[in-house]
């Protein structure tokens, strides 16, 4: 069975602030989808990431998968109030990208 | 456009009792799909439906949890009876077949007293 480990489980930052997270996989990923949850809603898709090595941008968002891939990375530049929320990576384990196996999440907190 | 509809937002219960959580889709889509998320658990798929058919109900955690979709527009999951540590956030979530994401209701927050 998978485990997809996020860390940190919980961050706090100043706005303004740089800030990375992680997701990383005991096998290898078929392809990587990073989330966000804000409270009281459902997890919104922000990227997929298919081939190793691959780098996203999202405006002030860094998606990273590593050459393996069995590590991602998001990091966000400049860090705003918005940001706050749950970020989710998930592994789509189907090539039809139904099974999704979602790793336990980072909450970032972004304070004003 | 409409997004993924759940009823009801909140629901709050004695153990024992039937609990039904409902799901309207994205107009158009084609695969549906029923979440639980928990702290300890994380965010877990229960069982998924492609044209009306379920087509995995691996994550099911019992017999006591049952899901249909008598059409395209509404699903239904239920739990019969139901125990304390049932007590979660349930989403569900439509995607159009293809290379389509899932968008994702806001949830239905259940507490199993």
């Known amino acids: 069975t998978q485990l997809l480990e996020q860390s940190p489980q919980f961050l706090s930052i100043q706005e303004g602030e740089n800030l990375t997270v992680y997701c990383n996989s005991s096998s290898v990923f078929s392809s990587l989808q990073w989330y966000r949850q804000e409270p009281g809603e459902g997890p919104v898709l922000l990227v997929t990431?298919?081939?190793?090595?691959e780098v996203k941008k999202l405006k002030r968002l860094t998606f990273q998968f590593g050459d393996a891939r069995k590590d991602s990375s998001l990091h966000i530049t400049a860090a705003q109030t918005g940001d706050t929320g749950l970020y989710l990576c998930?592994?789509?384990?189907?090539?039809?990208?139904?099974?999704?196996?979602f790793g336990g999440g980072t909450r970032l907190m972004v304070k004003p | 456009d409409a997004g993924v509809i759940q009823s009801p937002r909140h629901e709050v219960t004695e153990m024992g009792q039937e609990v039904t959580l409902r799901c309207k889709p994205i107009s158009g889509h084609n695969s549906l799909f029923w979440y639980r998320q928990t702290m300890m658990r994380g965010l877990e798929l229960l069982i998924y439906f492609n044209n009306n058919v379920p087509i995995d109900d691996s994550g099911m955690p019992e017999d006591r949890f049952s899901a249909k979709m008598p059409n395209a527009s509404f699903s239904t999951l239920k739990i019969q009876p139901s125990e304390p540590r049932d007590s979660a956030v349930y989403f569900c979530?439509?995607?159009?077949?293809?290379?389509?994401?899932?968008?994702f209701g806001d949830g239905t927050r259940l507490s199993i007293l």
């Open positions: 979530a439509s995607r159009k077949t293809g290379n389509q994401p899932q968008h």
């Open positions: 990431v298919v081939t190793g090595g």
């Open positions: 998930a592994d789509v384990q189907d090539n039809a990208g139904n099974m999704l196996t």
